[in-house]
């Protein structure tokens, strides 16, 4: 699966686009963690909940469960949330 990543997350991966395998979003979150040490935990918190500023996308639906299965050809996008004024 071919997953887009936020810019603010590229100093993990060193650029935008990552192919990670899984056939959940956990478990291509996890899958990008182990390529990426340290990434997920950006992304998903101490109770297993995405994190408040994260999106993330598959074919223009945003996913809500880290257990939503996900096609291997597909593509997941990750986007982080802005804030400010």
């Not at 996890?30 to 500023?53: C, S, T």
């Amino acid at each position: 699966m071919r997953v887009l990543i936020p810019s603010a997350l590229q100093s993990y991966t060193g650029g935008a686009w990552v192919d990670a395998e899984g056939g959940t979003v956990d478990q291509v979150l996890l899958d990008l963690d182990r390529q990426f040490p340290g990434i997920r935990f950006r992304m998903v918190d101490e109770q297993l909940r995405i994190r408040r500023h994260i999106r993330l996308f598959r074919d223009g639906a945003m996913l809500f469960d880290l257990d939503q299965p996900l096609p291997a050809d597909g593509e997941l996008h990750i986007v982080q949330a802005l804030s400010g004024g």
